[in-house]
């Protein structure tokens, strides 16, 4: 009883918008990025503002949840959402830092697709989040979780033809190691937008 008397506040959705679309602009800088591979250093300085952005997002609303009694679902889920979401962005910002750190000299096709891949899974990513704060429209979200992780399954699999390639052509062992970096973790943010797609068929299941 006490619970439906307390006010539930918007404040945590507006909060998963607003992350999500941070992550759904760093994931198309960076595919622009790998498509234009130019004025590397402007880039990734673009790329690396949206992240500090979607950090400070991030630990406001982890403030927020630790002052807030009411909750619009069980906070370890609220915690572990926005978490998964701040990942997305970080690793697409570590994995631009990367081609600065190992001074790339040229991109190729296997990043590109990989991170076409990645703004395909922040977008839909961004779409499930968006239709989280109405949980009548089950359906809807669930569509949008099971697109994130197909995503997914064609991201890993580009990852591991990329290095099979690169070992098969006899790549030199340091161009490897750079490039398997920088797959990794391009294909560990993709991961990260399926955590988020687990976690809210978890709210899903429970809550509509």
């Known amino acids: 009883m006490l619970e439906k008397l307390m006010p539930r506040s918007d404040a945590f959705f507006d909060a998963f918008d607003e992350q999500a679309l941070a992550t759904v ?3 198309r800088l960076f595919h622009t ?18 992240e500090h952005a979607g950090d400070k997002i991030a630990q406001s609303s982890f403030a927020r949840l630790h002052k807030q009694f009411i909750t619009p679902f069980d906070r370890a889920e609220i915690h572990r959402l926005l978490s998964r979401i701040d990942d997305v962005l970080d690793l697409t910002d570590a994995a631009a830092d990367r081609l600065m750190l190992y001074d790339v000299q040229s991109v190729p096709p296997p990043a590109r697709e990989l991170s076409g891949l990645l703004l395909r899974a922040a977008q839909a990513m961004q779409g499930a989040v968006r239709l989280l704060r109405d949980i009548k429209r089950p359906d809807e979200l669930l569509a949008a979780c099971r697109e994130i992780k197909s995503l997914e399954n064609e991201a890993d699999a580009v990852f591991r033809a990329a290095l099979a390639k690169m070992f098969k052509d006899g790549t030199d062992a340091i161009t490897v190691i750079k490039w398997k970096d ?25 809550h509509a």
């Open 25 to 27: 602009d760093g994931a």
């Open 182 to 206: 920088i797959y990794e973790l391009i294909e560990d943010a993709v991961d990260r937008c399926e955590d988020v797609a687990n976690v809210m068929e978890g709210v899903v299941l429970e």
């Open 33 to 50: 990025l790998l498509g234009d591979f130019t004025d590397v250093p402007t880039k990734v300085a673009a790329i690396k503002a949206v």
